[in-house]
């Protein structure tokens, strides 16, 4: 059972428009919500991250959105960049053992960026 | 900036050897997480050290222990290795109760 759903395998946005990257999640217990960028052969690396207590967090060109009644995330990265390509994971954690707050992925989505 | 540190980076192994992966936190981050990434698959969460303890466990093997030592680095063991633990592997870590995990480059472990 996926509890963090990321639909959209792929996504194609020309440089300098809006990408948007959505992402949905099933357990309500879930309380902190995580942007991951990864390329090939690397690890994933933190882009940005919200509280379920925010509908908001802003860093530069990235801003992510929750919508905790329909379980929902979005991802929005104005304008994009071709360097942006690459792919996305949504990450969700919520309160477990002993101060440990291990994630829940999603299977993540490509996205490329055209010039 | 440091980052976490993993090795090694790839690995190649035969069905039923035994495996062993490092993984270094940042500086000052006594946390530790293992994920394992199956192909075209999301990062699965392992297993979890704070100081030492076993913090949280996930889907991880029996065939699989790990430990945090004084130095705050961990060990991955997987021991009677299938084909099925080919995956990559990653360690994330964190100071006490951050919610941000900062990931290493993973270890590429292949089992033929």
């Known amino acids: 059972d996926q509890q963090v759903k990321q639909n959209s395998p792929s996504l194609s946005v020309q440089e300098g428009r809006i990408s948007i990257l959505n992402c949905d999640y099933t357990n309500s217990m879930f309380d902190y919500f995580l942007w991951y960028k990864k390329y090939p052969a690397e690890g994933p690396t933190f882009l940005i991250s919200?509280?379920?207590?925010?509908d908001k967090n802003e860093d530069g060109r990235f801003t992510v959105f929750l919508n905790k009644s329909a379980k929902h995330l979005s991802l929005h990265i104005v304008p994009s960049q071709p360097g942006d390509s690459a792919v996305y994971f949504c990450?969700?954690?919520?309160?477990?053992?002993?101060?440990?707050?291990?994630?829940?992925f999603g299977k993540g989505t490509k996205l490329s960026v055209i010039p | 900036a440091a980052g976490v540190i993993q090795s090694p980076r790839h690995l190649i192994k035969e069905k039923r050897e035994t495996a062993t992966l490092k993984c270094y936190p940042i500086p000052r981050h006594d946390t530790v997480y293992w994920y394992q990434q199956g192909p075209g698959q999301d990062p699965q969460f392992l297993i979890s050290f704070y100081e030492k303890m076993q913090s949280d466990k996930g889907s991880i093997p029996d065939r699989f222990s790990a430990q945090q030592f004084s130095d705050y680095h961990s060990e991955l063991n997987m021991s009677s290795l299938e084909l099925g633990d080919s995956a990559l592997y990653f360690c994330?870590?964190?100071?006490?109760?951050?919610?941000?995990?900062?990931f290493g480059a993973g270890t590429r472990l292949s089992v033929l």
């Open positions: 994330a870590s964190t100071p006490r109760g951050a919610e941000i995990q900062y």
């Open positions: 990450a969700a954690s919520g309160p477990s053992g002993a101060g440990s707050y291990q994630l829940t």
């Open positions: 919200i509280s379920s207590i925010k």
